[in-house]
């Protein structure tokens, strides 16, 4: 790869592969490689907010010299060169030990969001970091995987709040050429551009691609100078728009998508849908096999019979429904092409739970598969009751839809400095552990680490969260002048010796961000008492059109404000990827209280608890298969009822007087608190192996892929659907 510098030299030969490391997210995951460019200089790596494209297009020729020709540097240069190239080269596996004859069933994996980096804005919440997390298990795991998705232009909003504690919105508009991203090239040396096949007006697509370790991702740019100004706007933010805008988003991701794939060349012999907003795909290539001389009927079967859908949605009204009057208006060319006609086109996505309903996207995409999934036991219990309607005549239990739990990329969320420190007491069994890190044996060894030293590390890890949030602050100081009381409320007084409860997430109604605030007197209580003192960090951002997340935002940075409680309120601004790496390697307990059963899984208390912070959730999605009685603490009901929120409300402040304040304040004379370090222990090792993506994808493959093969080895004539 070559970095573009418009004032500089090229980067010299003997480091040239600095440009290799950049373009490629294995870095991301490698904290060795990054400190290869933060060690260039630090301000720089700063600067370009962990970018390596960028800083190193902007940094001057000398700095590079400087580490040219420093030998410890070159050392460590080399050696993580050699690591990357061994790592790419890499065939042997899981995955190919596993499968060995199964080199060619590669799975084309289509999401409209991927959250892999802060330095690409391609995320809004959860469903982008399960799906960038499963692109990099894939990597790491060999599991041969091309994924698809949007370059959004101007990625999903930033939030400022105003004085008041109003959510202020705006986009940024993202430099591509110092993203790492690079143009996918057309034979003529131009970007490739391709239109979106059937659909009328034309819509053009460029293409770009990112590299996940070993999983190529390409993505899809409406904002060329090819299409009207409408059509540039497709896909510039993260669901925004209304329903025309989504369902021409939708066409192009997955009708677009999958003529990408064909334009590259690239093979692929199965789909996994990640939500139904890409189902799309899947007429594609039913049309396509129409196109080869099949009926509708047989296409529809071959393509079921190789494709995935992972459903993250707890409500038939969360899934897309369109009007059949827009159907009509973009897929009416297509309906011949598909070897059908409107009314069957209309059948596919029909919910038949809602008879007089547009065209489901979910429906849609429980037709077009034959293997599907909800991401938690509990949230499949929830999806057989919402969608056993399409198979009336299963009884329940025989309703085709699994699960699998979600998981999260051990890599990416462990901090570095605890991975060390877990190092010291797995390597000696098992000095190649972080390849078998989803086998809970090893986890045990966590028992072996000295209380003062995890409670040391996780004291650093604590301050280093305040001085961002203060750091942060610092520099938008100049530039918005809020009043001082405002500081207080953005965290400046934050104290890292009181037991801090972090609550960072969406802020969609269902999520109760401001649950605990039931009884405003109680928790003025409970924090300001001055000898057991609490504080509270929240962070997340409002969806732009939603007014009751952002009143519910509100009304917590009013309480942030209120003197009443002494300055022990936070609300960090723009949440993003960044600002949870911290919050989830520094606070001291994890609050989770959704309205059950909304939480189709909830990943963030993952994160948090591989780096031994204490999860205290409601009892919803993924915490129903976590909780162990001693890795964190469950509350409230699991059925809804006019008395849910006070009664829950009421439950977390038991818990907190009567066991979490007392634990965390119980330290001997050795000023540890020992029983506290211990259930950071019990939750470290009963929860990174079990809910890390290793596990996940390995449980997709064994799950998934034997039916796959057998689907498509055979020409589909023994298919088990
Ligand atoms: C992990 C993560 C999420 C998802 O967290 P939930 O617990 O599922 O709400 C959202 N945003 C960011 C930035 C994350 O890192």
Same mark, same amino acid.
């Given at each position: 790869? +070559?970095?573009?510098?418009?004032? #500089?030299?090229?980067?010299?030969?003997?480091?040239?592969?600095?440009?290799?490391?950049?373009?490629?997210?294995?870095?991301?995951?490698?904290?060795? *490689?990054?400190?290869?460019?933060?060690?260039?200089?630090?301000?720089?790596?700063?600067?370009?907010?962990?970018?390596?494209?960028?800083?190193?297009?902007?940094?001057?020729?000398?700095?590079?010299?400087?580490?040219?020709?420093?030998?410890?540097?070159?050392?460590?240069?080399? &050696?993580?060169?050699?690591?990357?190239?061994?790592?790419?080269?890499?065939?042997?596996?899981?995955? @190919?030990?596993?499968?060995?004859?199964?080199?060619?069933?590669?799975?084309?994996?289509?999401?409209?969001?991927?959250?892999?980096?802060?330095?690409?804005?391609?995320?809004?919440?959860? =469903?982008?970091?399960?799906?960038?997390?499963?692109?990099?298990?894939?990597?790491?795991?060999?599991?041969?995987?091309?994924?698809?998705?949007?370059?959004?232009?101007?990625?999903?909003?930033? +939030?400022?709040?105003?004085?008041?504690?109003?959510?202020?919105?705006?986009?940024?508009?993202?430099?591509?050429?110092?993203?790492?991203?690079?143009?996918? %090239?057309?034979?003529?040396?131009?970007?490739? *551009?391709?239109?979106?096949?059937?659909?009328?007006?034309?819509?053009? *697509?460029?293409?770009?691609?990112?590299?996940?370790?070993?999983?190529?991702?390409?993505?899809?740019?409406?904002?060329?100078?090819?299409?009207?100004?409408?059509?540039?706007?497709? $896909?510039?933010?993260?669901?925004?728009?209304?329903?025309?805008?989504?369902?021409?988003?939708?066409?192009?991701?997955?009708?677009? #998508?999958?003529?990408?794939?064909?334009?590259?060349?690239?093979?692929?012999?199965?789909?996994?849908?990640?939500?139904?907003?890409?189902?799309? $795909?899947?007429?594609?290539?039913?049309?396509?096999?129409?196109?080869?001389?099949? @009926?509708?009927?047989?296409?529809?079967?071959?393509?079921?019979?190789?494709? &995935?859908?992972?459903?993250? !949605?707890?409500?038939?009204?969360?899934?897309?429904?369109?009007?059949?009057?827009?159907?009509?208006?973009?897929?009416?060319?297509?309906?011949?092409?598909?070897?059908?006609?409107?009314?069957?086109?209309?059948?596919?996505?029909?919910?038949?739970?809602?008879?007089?309903?547009?065209?489901?996207?979910?429906?849609?995409?429980?037709?077009?598969?034959?293997?599907?999934?909800?991401?938690?036991?509990?949230?499949?219990?929830?999806?057989? +009751?919402?969608?056993?309607?399409?198979?009336?005549?299963?009884?329940?239990?025989? !309703?085709? &839809?699994?699960?699998?739990?979600?998981?999260?990329?051990?890599?990416?969320?462990?901090?570095?400095?605890?991975?060390?420190?877990?190092?010291?007491?797995?390597?000696?069994?098992?000095?190649?552990?972080?390849?078998?890190?989803?086998?809970?044996?090893?986890?045990?060894?966590?028992?072996?680490?000295?209380?003062?030293?995890?409670?040391?590390?996780?004291?650093?890890?604590?301050?280093?969260? /305040?001085?961002?949030?203060?750091?942060?602050?610092?520099?938008?100081?100049?530039?918005?002048?809020?009043?001082? &009381?405002?500081?207080?409320?953005?965290?400046?007084?934050?104290?890292?010796?009181?037991?801090?409860?972090? /609550?960072?997430?969406?802020?969609?109604?269902?999520?109760?961000?401001?649950?605990?605030?039931?009884?405003?007197?109680?928790?003025?209580?409970?924090?300001?008492?001055?000898?057991?003192? *609490?504080?509270?960090?929240?962070?997340?951002? $409002?969806?732009?059109?939603? !007014?009751?997340?952002?009143?519910?935002?509100?009304?917590?940075?009013?309480?942030?404000?209120?003197?009443? /409680?002494?300055?022990?309120? $936070?609300?960090?601004?723009?949440?993003?990827?960044?600002?949870?790496?911290?919050?989830?390697?520094?606070?001291?307990?994890?609050?989770?209280?959704?309205?059950?059963?909304?939480?189709?899984?909830?990943?963030?208390? %993952?994160?948090?608890?591989?780096?031994?912070?204490?999860?205290?959730?409601?009892?919803?999605?993924?915490?129903?298969?976590?909780?162990?009685?001693?890795?964190?603490?469950?509350?409230?009901?699991?059925?809804?009822?006019?008395?849910?929120?006070?009664?829950?409300?009421?439950?977390?402040?038991?818990? =907190?007087?009567?066991?979490?304040?007392?634990?965390?304040?119980?330290?001997?004379?050795?000023?540890?608190?020992? #029983?506290?370090?211990?259930?950071?222990?019990?939750?470290?090792?009963?929860?990174?192996?079990? /809910?890390?993506?290793?596990?996940?994808?390995?449980?997709?493959?064994?799950?998934?892929?034997?039916?796959?093969?057998?689907?498509?080895?055979? #020409?589909?004539?023994?298919?088990?659907?």
């Amino acid at each position: 790869m +070559q970095i573009h510098r418009p004032e #500089g030299e090229p980067i010299p030969e003997r480091i040239h592969g600095l440009a290799d490391l950049a373009y490629n997210l294995w870095w991301s995951w490698h904290p060795e *490689v990054r400190i290869l460019f933060k060690q260039i200089n630090p301000h720089a790596w700063r600067e370009s907010i962990h970018n390596p494209v960028k800083m190193l297009q902007d940094i001057p020729d000398s700095f590079f010299r400087k580490v040219a020709s420093n030998p410890e540097y070159l050392r460590r240069y080399d &050696i993580s060169m050699d690591r990357f190239s061994r790592y790419m080269k890499n065939r042997n596996g899981w995955f @190919s030990e596993k499968y060995p004859s199964s080199r060619a069933l590669t799975i084309a994996y289509f999401s409209a969001e991927y959250g892999l980096h802060h330095s690409l804005p391609f995320y809004a919440g959860g =469903l982008g970091f399960l799906a960038g997390d499963h692109l990099k298990e894939c990597s790491d795991l060999g599991v041969p995987m091309v994924a698809v998705g949007f370059m959004y232009s101007q990625g999903y909003l930033h +939030q400022r709040i105003l004085p008041d504690g109003w959510q202020d919105n705006f986009w940024e508009n993202l430099d591509r050429d110092a993203a790492p991203v690079s143009r996918v %090239m057309a034979p003529s040396g131009e970007q490739l *551009v391709i239109e979106v096949p059937h659909i009328t007006p034309p819509i053009y *697509v460029a293409v770009w691609r990112a590299d996940i370790g070993k999983v190529p991702l390409f993505l899809l740019d409406t904002d060329i100078p090819e299409n009207s100004q409408a059509n540039r706007a497709i $896909a510039s933010r993260l669901y925004t728009g209304d329903s025309e805008q989504r369902l021409v988003q939708e066409i192009v991701l997955g009708i677009g #998508g999958r003529k990408v794939l064909s334009e590259l060349g690239v093979d692929f012999s199965a789909v996994h849908l990640n939500e139904g907003h890409s189902a799309f $795909a899947l007429l594609e290539r039913i049309r396509e096999l129409v196109e080869d001389g099949l @009926s509708f009927s047989d296409a529809l079967y071959r393509v079921r019979g190789t494709s &995935i859908f992972t459903t993250h !949605t707890p409500l038939a009204a969360g899934n897309d429904i369109f009007p059949l009057s827009l159907i009509d208006k973009y897929f009416s060319s297509y309906y011949p092409a598909l070897g059908t006609d409107r009314l069957e086109f209309f059948e596919l996505g029909r919910n038949p739970t809602d008879p007089p309903g547009g065209f489901n996207m979910a429906a849609c995409a429980f037709k077009l598969t034959a293997f599907h999934n909800a991401v938690s036991r509990r949230h499949c219990g929830v999806t057989r +009751q919402l969608w056993r309607q399409l198979w009336p005549d299963l009884p329940e239990k025989k !309703t085709p &839809i699994d699960y699998i739990t979600n998981g999260v990329h051990i890599p990416t969320w462990l901090n570095p400095r605890m991975e060390r420190l877990l190092s010291t007491a797995i390597s000696p069994v098992c000095p190649h552990w972080q390849y078998e890190h989803d086998n809970p044996e090893l986890w045990e060894l966590v028992d072996e680490i000295p209380d003062k030293e995890l409670w040391a590390l996780h004291l650093w890890l604590k301050a280093k969260l /305040f001085n961002r949030i203060r750091e942060r602050k610092r520099q938008r100081w100049a530039s918005l002048l809020k009043e001082p &009381i405002n500081l207080v409320a953005d965290g400046l007084m934050l104290n890292p010796s009181v037991l801090t409860i972090g /609550f960072a997430r969406r802020f969609s109604a269902y999520k109760r961000a401001d649950l605990i605030f039931h009884d405003t007197d109680r928790l003025k209580r409970i924090v300001t008492n001055r000898w057991l003192p *609490v504080q509270i960090v929240f962070a997340g951002k $409002a969806h732009p059109n939603d !007014t009751e997340g952002k009143e519910i935002l509100r009304r917590i940075y009013r309480h942030a404000l209120d003197p009443g /409680f002494g300055g022990r309120i $936070a609300f960090v601004e723009d949440y993003g990827e960044q600002t949870a790496q911290y919050l989830v390697h520094g606070v001291d307990v994890w609050l989770n209280n959704p309205l059950p059963p909304m939480e189709a899984c909830g990943t963030s208390g %993952m994160k948090a608890a591989l780096n031994g912070v204490l999860n205290c959730s409601i009892r919803d999605g993924w915490w129903l298969e976590a909780y162990n009685g001693k890795n964190g603490w469950a509350f409230g009901g699991e059925s809804w009822s006019p008395e849910r929120n006070a009664q829950d409300a009421a439950e977390l402040y038991y818990l =907190l007087e009567k066991e979490i304040i007392p634990l965390y304040y119980s330290a001997s004379l050795d000023s540890i608190p020992h #029983g506290w370090v211990q259930m950071m222990k019990e939750s470290i090792k009963s929860i990174a192996p079990v /809910f890390s993506s290793r596990r996940m994808v390995k449980e997709y493959v064994d799950r998934y892929y034997p039916s796959l093969l057998t689907c498509a080895e055979t #020409g589909f004539s023994v298919c088990p659907i």
